[in-house]
């Protein structure tokens, strides 16, 4: 086996967003997380939207006025009738 080719591994403690921290190995000094087990949806039960680029917002505006939008063409293809 080849000497000093393996990367050196570390204790580190990843930190999330909300605070919780875990220890685990990793090569990296640090590590910082978006979500965990102590905020994910999955672990607690409620329902958490993690939207850091306003995507939600996006949707939801052209959601709307797609839904209006047909809703005018119903009408007025109904009163043609």
């Known amino acids: ?5 393996h990367p050196e591994y570390h204790k580190v403690s990843a930190v999330c967003v909300c605070g919780g921290v875990i220890e685990t190995g990793s090569i990296l000094p ?9 905020c994910h949806p999955f672990y607690t039960g409620t329902q958490k939207i993690v939207d ?5 917002e996006k949707f939801k505006k ?3 006025n797609a839904g209006a939008k047909s809703s005018k063409k119903g009408k007025a293809a109904s009163e043609q009738q």
């Not at 086996?1 to 080719?5: G, K, N, P, V």
């Not at 850091?52 to 939600?56: D, F, H, L, P, S």
Request: neutral net charge; hydrophobic residues 35%; proline residues 0%.
């Open 1 to 5: 086996m080849r000497q000093d080719i």
């Open 30 to 38: 640090e590590i910082r997380l978006d979500i965990c087990s102590n």
């Open 52 to 56: 850091t680029e306003g995507r939600v």
């Open 62 to 64: 052209r959601f709307a």
